[in-house]
């Protein structure tokens, strides 16, 4: 009997609790819909914008062009050699991330002139002779450092051999003599300092770069006296020319970046 009176309640409780809610509820006002859940709320994703990521520029390779003026030192023998044009291009690759290693080609041209009596010849005899040329080979390698992004500072070491040739000389006055082509070779072993700046950015760089060579070595006719027919058609001994002293150059390039 307990149950049954129990089962009748439940039943008055089921029917009777929605019409207890729509009695609260204003007339004719829809149910509130219920509040969503975190879980229900959709929508885009923020969009997460990741700083680009720069390309890091190692062991590239620079083909570079260089111009400036040089000092080849020789005042032995009332002989003097002028300031040198320097001109040449570079090759550099990047071995590590601080050491570089360059190979060059430049030209040089120098003045020479002559004091009275030089070359062991008469005083007042008159000397015509052209500019010197020279060829320099050479291979450096560059420890480097860069205190700031796109600026890198330099010291390089190496090794180069050079070879100077002199155009035919010709005298006049108490004693003409005529002297064919004669050239001399040296070794060199170089001390560089410089920087680099890119200006394009893994593109174009400019550099500028000071040198100092000390020479050995030095061998050839250009250095040694030879003896040809003066003006009485007896043999005259003509005196060489200087061996080089010690050199600089301050050179100024422009390098691409391959």
């Not at 041209?109 to 080979?137: C, K, W």
């Not at 760089?205 to 058609?233: D, H, M, R």
């Amino acid at each position: 009997m307990r149950a049954a009176i129990v089962g009748r309640l439940g039943v008055v409780l089921i029917v009777t609790a929605p019409a207890a809610l729509a009695a609260e509820s204003p007339a004719g006002a829809p149910a509130p819909a219920p509040a969503p859940t975190p879980d229900l709320v959709l929508g885009p994703e923020p969009e997460v914008v990741e700083p680009p990521i720069e390309e890091e520029r190692w062991r590239h390779v620079e083909i570079g062009f260089d111009g400036g003026l040089g000092r080849r030192p020789g005042d032995a023998g009332k002989v003097h050699y002028g300031l040198s044009s320097v001109w040449g291009m570079h090759a550099r690759i990047e071995i590590l991330r601080w050491l570089g290693a360059r190979a060059l080609v430049q030209l040089e041209q120098n003045s020479v002139s002559f004091d009275d009596g030089a070359l062991g010849l008469p005083e007042h005899t008159a000397y015509e002779q052209s500019d010197l040329s020279r060829i320099l080979l050479g291979a450096e390698l560059e420890p480097t450092w860069s205190p700031v992004k796109r600026l890198e500072l330099f010291a390089g070491c190496g090794i180069a051999w050079g070879r100077s040739t002199a155009q035919e000389l010709q005298t006049s006055g108490p004693q003409t003599v005529s002297l064919p082509i004669r050239s001399g070779v040296f070794l060199e072993v170089p001390f560089s300092v410089g920087g680099r700046i890119e200006v394009l950015p893994n593109w174009v760089e400019l550099t500028l770069s000071a040198t100092l060579g000390v020479l050995s070595n030095q061998s050839g006719a250009l250095f040694t006296p030879e003896n040809t027919p003066g003006k009485s058609g007896s043999l005259v001994t003509v005196g060489g020319f200087p061996e080089l002293g010690t050199s600089w150059n301050v050179l100024a390039g422009i390098g691409v970046l391959l």
